[in-house]
């Protein structure tokens, strides 16, 4: 059975600061997706990475993929308080189409002043 | 361009009832899956139509069932509630064939058991 794993669970950072959530997963995948979540709304796609050594980046967030170490990570630029919000990562199968994703438990980012 | 929809926005039910949630794929979509999210939880995937058919399921008792009509558009089924099915019920589209794996998310039907 698949698992995705996210670190940390919880994140307060300054404003300002850098940061990294880290993803794992257990099986081989080439497809990793990474969702921003606000407090109760659905989710929001930022980033899908499609192959190893994949790197992404949207304004202060900088998502990559290591297909090998199953790992990714995304990175976050300078914070800013808009930021805060939970980030889930997602695993989709190794074939076929868009499909059946498998989520982390979640990174919960609080960006303070 | 319609995004993904879904309805009701919330849903209070007792338990032992019967519910049905209904959900509208992105235009050009034909792909729909459903996703359940307890709070503080990930999603967790309940099953994926495509072609009027149920494709894949997770782990997830009967009292889920799902229809696609031809439309895409879609409904999420749950009999027998249970208190722990309260969560935020999550629908996403996508095209089976697009190639680009994209899944857009609808804004999701809170259903509160009680």
């Known amino acids: 059975e698949l698992k995705v794993e996210q670190n940390p669970l919880f994140l307060s950072m300054q404003e300002g600061k850098n940061y990294t959530i880290y993803c794992n997963y257990s099986t081989t995948s080439d497809r990793l997706y990474w969702y921003r979540q606000d407090p109760g709304k659905s989710l929001e796609s930022l980033f899908v990475?499609?192959?190893?050594?994949a790197v992404k980046q949207e304004g202060r967030l900088m998502a990559s993929l290591d297909t090998k170490a199953r790992l990714s990570t995304l990175h976050i630029t300078a914070a800013v308080h808009d930021l805060s919000a939970t980030y889930f990562c997602?695993?989709?199968?190794?074939?076929?189409?868009?499909?059946?994703?498998?989520f982390g438990t979640g990174t919960r980012l609080q960006v303070t002043l | 361009d319609a995004g993904v929809t879904q309805s009701p926005t919330h849903l209070i039910k007792t338990r032992g009832q019967q519910v049905t949630l209904r959900c509208s794929p992105k235009s050009g979509h034909d792909t729909v899956s459903w996703y359940q999210q307890a709070l503080g939880q990930g999603p967790q995937f309940i099953f994926q139509y495509y072609e009027e058919e149920e494709r894949q399921r997770g782990n997830f008792p009967d009292r889920f069932s799902g229809h696609q009509f031809p439309n895409y558009s879609s409904e999420l089924n749950v009999n027998a509630l249970l208190l722990g099915d309260s969560a935020l019920y999550l629908c996403?589209?996508?095209?089976?064939?697009?190639?680009?794996?994209?899944?857009?998310f609808g804004p999701g039907t809170r259903l509160t058991v009680t």
């Open positions: 996403a589209s996508s095209h089976r064939n697009l190639g680009s794996y994209e899944q857009y």
């Open positions: 997602a695993v989709g199968p190794d074939t076929g189409t868009a499909s059946k994703l498998t």
């Open positions: 990475l499609l192959s190893n050594g």
